[in-house]
């Protein structure tokens, strides 16, 4: 919910260029097309399958607005124009994810997501909400896990424990796959008390690491592989919900490697029986 709170409020602040830019698909493709170099109209009007009568209008606007300077049939971004252009691709970009499933990212909380990367949820381009059956709720997701087994590492926070995770874990080890768990406190006491026997022999593997977080955090779980992350959040009223997202892009693992990093900073290593 905060990163559609944050979203609003820049909005609210740019309203007029915002108008100016969004409410014409001609000229915000026109400002975009124009971004890293000057265009002839030759140029904008093949890129934009428009009329000369149509787009110049539309350019005038943006030169009202100090946006778009032109001459002899050449038009440039203003140095206020560039600066504005490098805003808009990222915040289409954010805007396409949260559009892509605005229900569910409006519903869960984001508060565990540190503000650098809820600003850089655009990473995230092209994730997957994933709505398990009845008979598939209490699974863990196997497209995820097949791409673990294809990894040189798995990395995950989780505050719950998941009965198949040994199995798993062990069918990952024996693929050599590195595993680096970070879990919560109450996590690790329920582990030693009820199930000593899968914590000893997780600690008995030098390629699983295992840390705990001593702070609260508001989420289920939250993984990535060499290929793809997975996040299943908490609802908005801290129920749990078994629906999760997926993406398996290069800059999804990049955004999820380095919520890892910022949640390891604050980890104690684990080390004994």
Not at 68 to 77: A, P, S, W
Not at 225 to 230: G, P, S, V, Y
Request: negative net charge; contains cysteine.
């Amino acid at each position: 919910m905060l990163v559609v709170v944050f979203i609003q409020e820049v909005l609210d602040r740019m309203k007029p260029l915002i108008d100016v830019i969004f409410r014409s698909e001609k000229r915000k493709n026109t400002l975009l097309l124009l971004k890293d170099n000057p265009g002839k109209m030759d140029f904008l009007l093949k890129e934009l399958d428009s009329t000369r009568q149509a787009l110049l209008p539309q350019i005038r606007i943006l030169e009202d607005h100090f946006l778009v300077t032109g001459y002899n049939d050449v038009y440039e971004l203003t140095t206020i124009g560039k600066l504005i252009a490098d805003e808009v691709q990222p915040l289409l970009g954010t805007m396409d994810v949260l559009n892509e499933d605005i229900e569910y990212w409006g519903t869960h909380k984001l508060d565990f997501i540190p503000e650098h990367l809820r600003l850089n949820i655009r990473d995230l381009q092209g994730f997957r909400t994933i709505k398990p059956s009845l008979t598939e709720m209490f699974e863990l997701n196997r497209e995820y896990y097949d791409y673990a087994k294809k990894s040189g590492s798995l990395y995950k926070l989780t505050t719950y424990f998941h009965p198949d995770f040994p199995a798993f874990f062990e069918e990952l080890t024996d693929n050599n796959v590195r595993i680096n768990f970070i879990i919560t406190e109450d996590l690790l006491d329920k582990l030693r008390s009820e199930r000593y026997g899968d914590y000893a022999k997780s600690m008995g593997n030098e390629l699983i690491n295992l840390f705990v977080y001593p702070k609260k955090t508001d989420l289920l779980t939250y993984t990535f592989n060499d290929h793809c992350i997975l996040m299943r959040l908490l609802k908005d009223n801290g129920e749990s919900d078994v629906n999760h997202i997926i993406c398996n892009n290069p800059s999804a693992v990049e955004w999820g490697r380095k919520m890892f990093e910022h949640f390891l900073q604050d980890s104690i290593p684990v080390t004994g029986m």
